[in-house]
């Protein structure tokens, strides 16, 4: 019943910007953790950013002073500000989600969305 959909991806220039929002929606009481993965053709699904409830961050060093995470709790968005951008940033992005549906779930869930192209053209 929780669906996470993500939007803003597309096509930028090298050292231009995007924002990629993502919001979950459905049977939630409570999301612990809220993150962007991403994944190039032909390599692994890696971690962009987290962040979690209490609003820390992290990201991968790849990254790093050019993109920032950040989140809406009152409306279940997460959201990626990336600038400076690279062609080497150029992956599908995935929303994922840590999620406790229920006040009774003792264990939260992870959920994912069905990710968003982002291209930088040299």
């Known amino acids: 019943q929780v669906q996470l959909v993500e939007s803003g991806g597309g096509l930028v220039q090298a050292g231009g910007s995007l924002r990629l929002s993502c919001a979950a929606s459905?049977?939630?009481?409570?999301?612990?953790?809220m993150g962007w993965f991403r994944q190039a053709p032909g390599k692994q699904r890696e971690l962009v950013a987290h962040?979690?409830?209490?609003?820390?961050?992290n990201y991968a060093d790849s990254v790093k002073g050019r993109f920032t995470i950040s989140r809406d709790n009152a409306k279940n968005t997460v959201y990626l500000q990336m600038n400076s951008l690279k062609p080497e940033d150029t992956a599908v992005y995935y929303c994922n989600a840590l999620i406790r549906r229920t006040i009774y779930s003792s264990t939260a869930e992870s959920y994912w969305g069905q990710g968003t192209q982002v291209t930088v053209s040299s």
């Open positions: 459905g049977s939630i009481f409570s999301i612990n953790v």
């Open positions: 962040i979690i409830s209490r609003g820390s961050t």
